[in-house]
């Protein structure tokens, strides 16, 4: 089991910053990979990007299209953490976004993934 609790979610102008956070616990995460998603009101889940766990395959970080540019994913092994940083937000990031995980490969369909977290709301105003 991978138990994952989200944070850092609020509002925010367009233009403005947020980093969420990701803790991730449980079994060995070696082999798992990481993906952030986002729900926005009466649309299906999203993929926004995702990272490999392992430090070997750090630079097979991937992201939507949508996102590429302004979201960065980041971890920090030591303490199981997962950030994402999202710059020069728009009113259509808003969403709830959710931290989840799977064993390598990282997909883009949220079907693949197992294990997720609650979900944080993020707001922006125009």
Known sequence: QVQLVE?????????????LSCAA?????????????RQAPGKEREFVGGIPWSTWSAGMTIYAESVKGRFTISRDDAKN??????NSLKPED?????????RVPITRTPSDFGFWGQGTQVTVSS
Not at 7 to 19: D, I, K, P, T, W
Not at 25 to 37: D, I, N, P, V
Not at 81 to 86: G, I, P, R, S
């Open 81 to 86: 953490m997962v950030y994402l940083q999202m």
């Open 94 to 102: 808003t969403a709830v976004y959710y931290c989840a995980s799977k």
């Open 7 to 19: 944070s850092g979610g609020g509002s925010v102008q367009a233009g403005g910053s947020l980093r």
């Open 25 to 37: 616990s449980g079994r060995t995460l070696g082999s798992y990979g990481m993906a952030w998603f």
